[in-house]
Every structure is written in C-alpha cells, then in structure tokens.
C-alpha cells in the first residue's frame, strides 16, 4: 500500500491503515501535500490503484492536507 501512495503525486504519507480480511474492507487515511491537486482527484486515483490490486474489497480513504511546511 505504501509504494501505491508513495508513487501518486501529491501524495504525502499513509497512516491509519485497518483491513478486515473477512469481510473485505480496507480504509487509510492518506496526508495531501500542501498546494497540491483536490482531495477528490487524488482520492479517486488513489482509489483506481488499489482496486486493481485488490479488486475483491471494498475501499475507504479518507485525505487529509498537510499544512507543515
């Protein structure tokens, strides 16, 4: 998961990360670099990539900006 976050742009770090493997869900929460692209477009990339990889769950990402310089 770290490498998915760490190749999309605008992405800073992932943190919170819970997977249920019974029931098939997965949430993080991912850091959004200050002055970069919406939270929308980069939640939605990031979502596309991680379905590919696991395709059979069900997928929640919450973006947070990071406002540190």
Same mark, same amino acid.
């Given at each position: 998961?770290?490498?998915?976050?760490?190749?999309?742009?605008?992405?800073?770090?992932?943190?919170?990360?819970? +997977?249920?493997?019974?029931?098939?869900?997965?949430?993080?929460? &991912? &850091?959004?670099?200050?002055?970069?692209?919406?939270?929308?477009?980069?939640?939605?990339?990031?979502?596309?990539?991680?379905?590919?990889?696991?395709?059979?769950?069900? +997928?929640? +990402?919450? &973006?947070?900006?990071?406002?540190?310089?």
């Amino acid at each position: 998961m770290n490498n998915i976050v760490d190749e999309t742009e605008g992405a800073s770090q992932l943190h919170g990360f819970y +997977i249920d493997f019974v029931d098939k869900t997965m949430s993080f929460e &991912v &850091v959004l670099e200050f002055g970069a692209r919406s939270r929308e477009s980069l939640r939605d990339e990031l979502k596309r990539k991680v379905l590919a990889a696991f395709p059979a769950y069900d +997928i929640a +990402i919450a &973006v947070e900006y990071d406002f540190t310089e």
